[in-house]
């Protein structure tokens, strides 16, 4: 029986480049157009693993996935980084001249920001997926449209590559987080990173006292990003993430954690998707 795996996006998106990089390339997947879809599958489409980007190099952090995972019943049991190459693609037998329209994700198209300022004529389309555009132009034969997305893309729906790696910055990629709903735990003897959640009081010092914590217990910051709680004006959300190299002082730096903080979450204990 096949390994399913929902991924936001078709074949040829990223998310199914990394589906099939962390997988293997027999994996099937269960495309979603949206991430809230991706979730809806997990939590009530018997889906039990998930593929969702987190951020960018370029473009950040996608914050509404923070929020995703934390309403959701799912947990982080993995990572992985692909580095992102952005081309443009249009139908057969077009060049750049004829293209009136580019049509991408919003992200891929802000990290082509400095291409497209040299094409003031061609207005900039936003839509919910790369590949998918690539589809729409194949499939409805959409003449001086032209889609950003993957090489792979191109490939999958016929398209001809007019100009390729777009992107701004040339060592751009993206985290993507592997995501299980039916309570998979990774082997703790794998186990070197962890992505929390946690609220504060608004007492002066307290998010100094948990960095301290965690410099105390030998756990190494890489991640932190602060949402507001929107019943409680003024109020942040803390999503961090930690690296570390023995198991046993991250279980003390949680139970202190604990104690000083409020609604202290374990999204995910995995292990570090870039060693």
């Given at each position: 029986m096949k390994n399913v795996i929902a991924i936001q996006g078709i074949q040829g998106s990223f998310h199914h480049q990394v589906a099939k990089e962390y997988f293997g390339n027999g994996v099937e997947v269960r495309s979603c157009d949206s991430f809230p879809?991706?979730?809806?599958?997990?939590?009530?489409?018997?889906?039990?693993?998930?593929?969702?980007?987190?951020?960018?190099?370029?473009?950040?952090?996608?914050?509404?996935?923070?929020?995703?995972?934390?309403?959701?019943?799912?947990?982080?049991?993995?990572?992985?980084?692909?580095p992102i190459h952005m081309n443009m693609m249009a139908l057969q037998g077009q060049s750049i001249d004829d293209i009136v329209e580019v049509r991408s994700h919003p992200i891929a198209l802000l990290q082509c920001k400095n291409?497209?300022?040299?094409?003031?004529n061609i207005k900039l389309v936003e839509d919910s997926d790369t590949a998918d555009v690539a589809r729409q132009i194949a499939e409805q034969n959409l003449k001086g449209i032209a889609a950003v997305a993957s090489k792979t893309a191109a490939s999958i729906f016929g398209l001809e590559v007019l100009a390729e790696g777009i992107h701004t910055v040339k060592n751009n990629s993206t985290r993507f987080l592997i995501l299980s709903s039916n309570g998979h735990l990774v082997d703790k003897n794998e186990i070197n990173k962890a992505s929390l959640k946690f609220e504060l009081?608004?007492?002066?010092?307290?998010?100094?006292s948990v960095l301290n914590?965690?410099?105390?217990?030998?756990?190494?910051?890489t991640k932190i990003q602060s949402l507001p709680i929107i019943e409680s004006p003024w109020k942040y959300s803390y999503f961090i993430d930690v690296t570390f190299g023995n198991y046993s002082e991250y279980l003390k730096a949680k139970e202190i954690l604990g104690i000083i903080t409020e609604e202290l979450k374990v999204l995910g204990e995995y292990k570090n998707g870039r060693l």
């Amino acid at each position: 029986m096949k390994n399913v795996i929902a991924i936001q996006g078709i074949q040829g998106s990223f998310h199914h480049q990394v589906a099939k990089e962390y997988f293997g390339n027999g994996v099937e997947v269960r495309s979603c157009d949206s991430f809230p879809k991706l979730m809806e599958e997990l939590s009530e489409g018997g889906i039990q693993q998930g593929i969702m980007a987190i951020e960018n190099s370029i473009a950040g952090s996608i914050l509404p996935n923070y929020v995703l995972i934390d309403d959701n019943k799912v947990r982080i049991i993995g990572e992985h980084y692909i580095p992102i190459h952005m081309n443009m693609m249009a139908l057969q037998g077009q060049s750049i001249d004829d293209i009136v329209e580019v049509r991408s994700h919003p992200i891929a198209l802000l990290q082509c920001k400095n291409f497209f300022e040299n094409y003031p004529n061609i207005k900039l389309v936003e839509d919910s997926d790369t590949a998918d555009v690539a589809r729409q132009i194949a499939e409805q034969n959409l003449k001086g449209i032209a889609a950003v997305a993957s090489k792979t893309a191109a490939s999958i729906f016929g398209l001809e590559v007019l100009a390729e790696g777009i992107h701004t910055v040339k060592n751009n990629s993206t985290r993507f987080l592997i995501l299980s709903s039916n309570g998979h735990l990774v082997d703790k003897n794998e186990i070197n990173k962890a992505s929390l959640k946690f609220e504060l009081d608004q007492e002066h010092g307290n998010l100094a006292s948990v960095l301290n914590i965690l410099n105390d217990c030998n756990l190494n910051l890489t991640k932190i990003q602060s949402l507001p709680i929107i019943e409680s004006p003024w109020k942040y959300s803390y999503f961090i993430d930690v690296t570390f190299g023995n198991y046993s002082e991250y279980l003390k730096a949680k139970e202190i954690l604990g104690i000083i903080t409020e609604e202290l979450k374990v999204l995910g204990e995995y292990k570090n998707g870039r060693l």
